[in-house]
Each structure stands twice: as C-alpha cells, then as structure tokens.
C-alpha cells in the first residue's frame, strides 16, 4: 500500500519533470528537470529493491554525465537560446514518430502488470551476484557494451586532436 | 495498545538514531568554525575568538544569529529559482550522505538494542559517493545563476575539479571495496578487525594518501579551494550571497568536510575498533595485550570520533600551512598523477586478492 503510494508520487514526478525538461526554454533550467528526473528514476529503483542500480543510476547519469551536459549548456547565451523557434521545418515527421512511441508505450502498459506486483527488477540484489551474471552469463553483450564506449572515447580525442598536416 | 507495538521498534531503531545524527551534525556544523578559527589562530601566534561567552564558546551562536538576521538579499539579474535552490542542494545531498553512515556497532541502553546508524545500506560507500556527485550541482548552480562572472569561473572551476577528482576517489574507494569484499560500510569495518587497510601493504597506505587527497579536493579545501580563490574570484560561486543562505553554503562546507573525514576513518582506520599498540596477530606479549584490553575498553563511538577530529585538524593544520595550487596544476595532478597511481593500485589489489595475499 505504502509503495504504491510511493511508486504513484515517483511516477508522477517523473513524467512531469520529463515534460518540463523538454519544455522549458531556458536550457540550464531543461537540465535541472532532467536532474529531478534521474533522482526519481533512482528512487523507482530503490523501490524495486535494485538499491545497486539506484546508486550508479545518480553517479553515472547525475553524477557524470548531466554534469557534463550542464557544463556545455551553462555556456549557452541563455537570452538568445530562450527567443529563438521551438520547432524546425520536420516538426510533423517528429509528431508522427512521438504518436507512435506513445502508443507503443500505451499498448505495453496496457498488457503489463503493475510493476511493483511485476517481480524484482533483478531477483539478486547484490552487487555479487550481479557481477558474477555479466562475467558469464552476459560476457558477449557487456564487452560489447565497452567497446562501444572506447569507440565514442577514441572519437571524442580524433573530434579533439590537432591537425598537423 | 496494538499500535505502539507497531511504532516502538521503529522509534528505537529508526527515531532515536535520527534524532542523535541530526544533532551530531548540526553540533559539529556550528563548532567546527570555531574549532578551525582557534586552531588558525593558534598557528598564527593570535588567540582566535575571546569575546563571545567565555573563551569564545559563544561565537558559533552569535555568528548563526547573525546569519538569520542579515539581510538576504537576490541579486535583480540572477536566475531566482536557481539562486534560491542551489545552497539547498548542497546541504540536503550532504546531510543525505550522513544517513548511510555507521557510528559503531550497535548498543544496549536501558535493555533497548540502539542501532548508531540510521540506515545500514548495503551500497553504503556507492550511496555516499552518489550523494557527493550530485552535491556538485548545488555549486554550479550557485555560480550560474548569481549571473556575475567570478561566481560562473567559481562554478566551473569547481565542477571541472570535481569531476576531476571522483574518479581518482571513486578508484581508492574500489580498492577498499576490493579488500573487505563489500559495499556496506559496517561490513568494511568488521573486515577490519584483524588489520586496518592502511596498513594492509603494499596497497593500503597508496589508497589512503589517494582518498585524504581527493576527498581533499572534492570539499574544495586549500590546497585545492580553486572555486573560492580570494584573490581571483572575490569568493567564487557564493559571492552574491548573503545572510542564511551563506551560513548553508558555510554548512554544507563544513559537513562535506566531515563525510570525507568520517569516511576515511572508516574505509582506512578501522572504524569504532580500537588502536592497537602491538597488534594481537603478531603474538601476545603479557604488557602489551593488557594495554590493547584497556584500550579496547573505551567505547568505539570514541575512538571513531577521535579519528574523525584528526582529521578535521588535518584539515585545519594544511590551511594554515600550505598555499594554492595553480589551476593548471591542479588539473594535472589529478589526471596525470592520481588517476594511474589510482588505477594501478586497484589492478595490484585485485591481483593480491586472487592469489590470497590480503
């Protein structure tokens, strides 16, 4: 009863912070939204009992990646970024693709169960066993996963170095 | 009454070590900027605050009172809502990092099991961590939005300082995780009991001296107090702010401070166990184990606290010691020193626990 409750506020914040990141025309304050929007995504997480994943959840994309964000969009001119258009030329071909996730997400909700009486989100919760899992059992897809980001690394310095020709 | 038998387990292990926490840290809050201003004062010849109550004992009431009546004042261009929010994110992510924290084990008062935590995460040390991340937030939103350029370099300066700094942090932390086998802070501390990781060798004293420096740097502290250099920076990211919401920023300071120390002791110093003049592995010699039973008679609360006062005297003594890094400097340290000690220390460690040395 008392995680329902719970869960509903987290859920409700959620939507509403990730309607107001994509809304607001001051993009500092797009991120801080997005900032609110990682911490009840943590705390959805805390619920599932997956207190691991909560935890990297704000180190990785609060923590780091946000911050990042924050960082380039702090150098924006605010004044100009706040007056100019919301929508480019493709705005019908972008509503279209936004109608059909919505529906994709209306008709898996419908089929769902309500995710705290869906199961764990992990039935181990400890880092152990979790770590044991992609070591073995998801090898393939986690090395992959990390290549993935050496790729985005070694491109970030290509963007970045010098050119000495 | 069937209801009081449903609420009275919750006020022993949940009420009370609440209410006992949040008064640690206001307590602290308040005393350890006198505690800094005397310890100052003493290694600069002077005699520090005299004339607020008897030995200045007073001074930490009167300069609250003066925080709360000063006038609070939001600069005409500065984002409010930002402004307003900022201090409140710092204090609010740095008493969040306090909850997760063990003060020892828990004890027996009127026949009352009394837990000396308040919640016994099992990702204690990642939780903490995660609290420390996100406290950034309040320093570059302080910066950013007093829309006055000191503050902004004072923001950036911190938040490419701390980020910098995590990860050297978040690596020393790997490695005691590595040594006790778990993320859960009383867990650190039991594994502890034979050996205190500092001096678990070779790689304990490295991921001590690799933590105190970072965490250091993550509470912007001199050597590292870059964001609030004086002398460039008026006051870095708070310097458009007056009355209360200074004191939080002055607060929220002082706690990160306590963390890191808490922290340390934790992670490297055992904890609430006691010091231990020879240590017992090493065989019993008849005076020696008798002055380690004396000492393991004091409480362990107490020798956790008085590990986290050396620490914050550490702190005080490199601030009346040491002058500031440069910023290129600081920057380098950090990735160019730090991050491989940091990520070879963890690669030695896990080398060692593999083959059974730690």
Redesign the interface.
């Given at each position: 009863m008392i995680n329902q409750i719970v869960f509903l506020y987290f859920a409700a914040v959620i939507v509403l912070s990730a309607v107001l990141t994509i809304t607001r025309r001051n993009p500092v304050h797009s991120v801080l939204f997005m900032l609110l929007l990682f911490f009840h995504i943590a705390g959805v997480f805390v619920l599932l009992n997956a207190e691991f994943l909560a935890a990297v959840q704000l180190i990785v994309y609060a923590g780091a990646i946000l911050i990042l964000y924050l960082f380039v969009v702090m150098l924006l001119n605010v004044d100009r970024e706040s007056k100019s258009d919301r929508a480019n030329r493709f705005w019908p071909w972008i509503v279209a693709f936004g109608l059909v996730i919505f529906a994709e997400i209306g008709l898996l909700v419908a089929r769902g169960s309500f995710p705290l009486e869906g199961g764990q989100i992990m039935n181990k919760t400890g880092i152990k066993e979790l770590g044991i899992d992609l070591y073995t059992k998801y090898l393939v897809p986690f090395e992959i996963a990390s290549v993935i980001l050496l790729v985005g690394l070694v491109g970030a310095v290509m963007l970045a170095k010098k050119k000495n020709d | 009454m069937p209801d009081m038998q449903i609420i009275l387990p919750y006020v022993f292990s949940l009420g009370i070590p609440a209410v006992l926490l949040v008064s640690f840290i206001m307590l602290n809050a308040m005393y350890l900027q006198l505690m800094e201003r005397k310890v100052l004062a003493w290694m600069q010849n002077r005699v520090g605050p005299m004339r607020t109550g008897p030995w200045g004992l007073l001074q930490p009431v009167a300069d609250a009172v003066k925080f709360i009546f000063k006038e609070d004042i939001i600069p005409a261009k500065a984002?409010k809502?930002?402004f307003s929010?900022a201090p409140l994110i710092l204090l609010v992510m740095a008493f969040g990092g306090f909850v997760a924290i063990p003060f020892g084990s828990s004890v027996q008062v009127f026949g009352k099991t009394i837990p000396l935590w308040v919640s016994d995460?099992?990702?204690g040390i990642?939780?903490i961590?995660?609290?420390a991340?996100?406290g950034?937030?309040g320093v570059?939103?302080a910066g950013?939005a007093s829309n006055n350029k000191y503050s902004?370099m004072g923001?950036?300066r911190s938040?490419?300082q701390m980020?910098s700094y995590?990860i050297p942090m978040?690596f020393a932390v790997l490695t005691v995780v590595l040594m006790a086998g778990s993320?859960n802070l009383s867990d650190i501390v039991n594994a502890q009991s034979k050996q205190w990781f500092i001096y678990a060798l070779p790689v304990g004293p490295v991921a001590f001296v690799l933590y105190l420096i970072s965490g250091i740097a993550e509470t912007n502290r001199v050597p590292f107090d870059l964001p609030e250099a004086e002398s460039e920076l008026v006051a870095g990211y708070f310097t458009e702010y007056s009355g209360i919401r200074f004191g939080l920023f002055f607060m929220a300071e002082y706690m990160n401070m306590l963390i890191v120390s808490l922290l340390v002791s934790i992670m490297f110093l055992g904890g609430w166990l006691p010091v231990q003049l020879f240590p017992d592995w090493l065989g019993s010699v008849g005076l020696v184990t008798g002055i380690n039973r004396l000492l393991a008679m004091i409480p362990g609360v107490i020798w956790l606290l008085l590990k986290l006062y050396g620490f914050m005297f550490f702190y005080i003594w490199l601030r009346a010691t040491l002058p500031r890094y440069r910023y290129d400097q600081l920057m380098a340290v950090s990735w160019k020193f730090l991050l491989p000690v940091s990520l070879g220390t963890l690669l030695v460690t896990a080398f060692m626990k593999q083959a059974g040395w730690l």
């Open positions: - | 984002d809502w930002v929010a995460l099992n990702v990642l939780y961590l995660s609290m991340s996100v950034t937030y570059i939103m950013w902004l923001g950036f938040a490419a980020i995590e978040a993320l």
